[in-house]
């Protein structure tokens, strides 16, 4: 008859971690393909105003070649948020390019 009781306790403590566990793995599987999401879309961006800059932009280069690499590695959400700040930055360096 203990034997019921222990299977009781294992099976509320499995339930408890279930309940506390799965939301954080939700909510981190969320931000993950959140960030990813506009990493993908700054590449893009970028992508266009490379093809729309009159002249090269070395620099510009360099980081859109970096941002496509990180999001071709598909880390985790901090490689996310770099490949997103290196495709910002040169979309914005192309941009500069054409308005002048």
Do not use: H, Q
Not at 35 to 40: C, K, L, N
């Amino acid at each position: 008859m203990i034997w019921v009781w222990v299977v009781g306790v294992a099976v509320l403590l499995v339930a408890g971690f279930a309940v506390a566990y799965l939301p954080r793995v939700r909510a981190r599987s969320l931000d993950n393909r959140t960030a990813w999401s506009a990493a993908r879309a700054a590449i893009d961006s970028a992508a266009i105003s490379r093809d729309a800059a009159p002249d090269d932009v070395p620099e510009a280069d360099d980081l859109f070649a970096r941002a496509e690499l990180l999001a071709a590695g598909e880390g985790g959400t901090a490689a996310a948020k770099e490949a997103t700040a290196c495709a910002e930055r040169a979309d914005r360096l192309w941009r500069e390019a054409t308005d002048e």
